[in-house]
């Protein structure tokens, strides 16, 4: 048993008032609390940004690495020990942006853990500068006569990259924020789920009223995850419609092998669980000297 009071921590969140980190991290609790995952089997990653400081407000096993890199120390974590739940979290900036490499090809090696990315559309942490998801058009402090850049489409970019698990939730519904969360984790492999996050601070564009007035949900819509072009075009729909229609929900999911799966150093017993005394590793220090 796992309840929500275990996971609190007596810090309180550094974030803006209002801030739909907050009902994120939230969220992120409710969903390990009800799925009973044991605290000492639960890793959170992170970057750099303000959505990186979640780890700090959940009592799990936590890891703040650099700007980008949740993704690498989550994988290393899973392959160190793949009985775990792993989640790495980062932002917009952080992991689409700064991490773009790692998300790309992460998603290839079907990692049984989930990825949550606060999408706010902006680099909040450094006061407001343009990330691979601000809107073109959207004024902000790097650029003052609106975005011109091609958005890139993180869903798009995840449902022909490998993942096997790709929704989206806005912060602005916690109810159906968990539900994803819940999916994504007990789904087995790589789960992407984007988060609209609006940031109060920093976005004054894509706001809660912004995304209550465009979101509606995928399942109410009958669509079919399991139809990768269906998902395909559900994902471009945003861009589209100029973002009059932003649907929330999975948009696609399907089984594939997993990479933990594939290795056969790990089939019997985790790396951490295995006997290193008896390995003579002093050719490959002498080899690093
Ligand atoms: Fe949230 Fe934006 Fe404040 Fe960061 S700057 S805590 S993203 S509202």
Not at 8 to 34: F, M, S, Y
Not at 160 to 177: L, S
Not at 233 to 245: H, L, Q, R, S, V
Request: proline share 5%; aromatic share 8%.
């Amino acid at each position: 048993m796992v309840t929500i009071a275990d996971l609190n921590v007596k810090e309180k969140p550094q974030w803006c008032a209002g801030c739909g980190n907050h009902a994120i991290v939230v969220a992120v609790k409710g969903a390990l609390a009800e799925l009973g995952i044991p605290q000492h089997q639960t890793v959170i990653s992170s970057g750099v940004g303000c959505s990186s400081k979640l780890p700090h407000y959940v009592n799990t096993y936590g890891f703040e690495g650099l700007h980008g890199r949740s993704l690498p120390v989550a994988s290393g974590i899973k392959l160190a020990n793949h009985k775990l739940t792993v989640l790495a979290v980062g932002g917009d900036g952080d992991g689409y942006g700064i991490g773009s490499g790692h998300f790309m090809h992460i998603m290839r090696r079907n990692y049984d853990l989930s990825y949550i990315v606060h999408d706010n559309q902006i680099y909040g942490l450094t006061t407001g500068q343009a990330s691979p998801t601000s809107q073109p058009g959207m004024k902000t402090r790097t650029t003052p006569y609106g975005v011109v850049e091609t958005i890139f489409n993180p869903l798009a970019s995840a449902i022909t990259g490998g993942a096997t698990f790709v929704a989206r939730a806005f912060a602005g519904d916690p109810a159906h924020m968990k539900e994803m969360f819940k999916e994504a984790i007990t789904h087995r492999g790589f789960a992407l789920v984007d988060v609209l996050q609006p940031c109060v601070t920093f976005n004054k564009l894509n706001t809660y009223d912004f995304f209550t007035k465009r979101c509606y949900k995928l399942d109410q819509a009958g669509h079919d995850p399991s139809d990768i072009m269906k998902a395909l075009d559900k994902a471009i729909e945003g861009p589209n419609t100029n973002y009059e229609k932003i649907a929330i929900g999975v948009f696609y999911k399907v089984q594939k092998p997993l990479y933990e799966d594939s290795l056969p150093q790990i089939k019997e017993k985790t790396l951490v669980e295995q006997e290193l005394s008896g390995i003579d590793i002093s050719a490959v220090c002498e080899e690093m000297m």
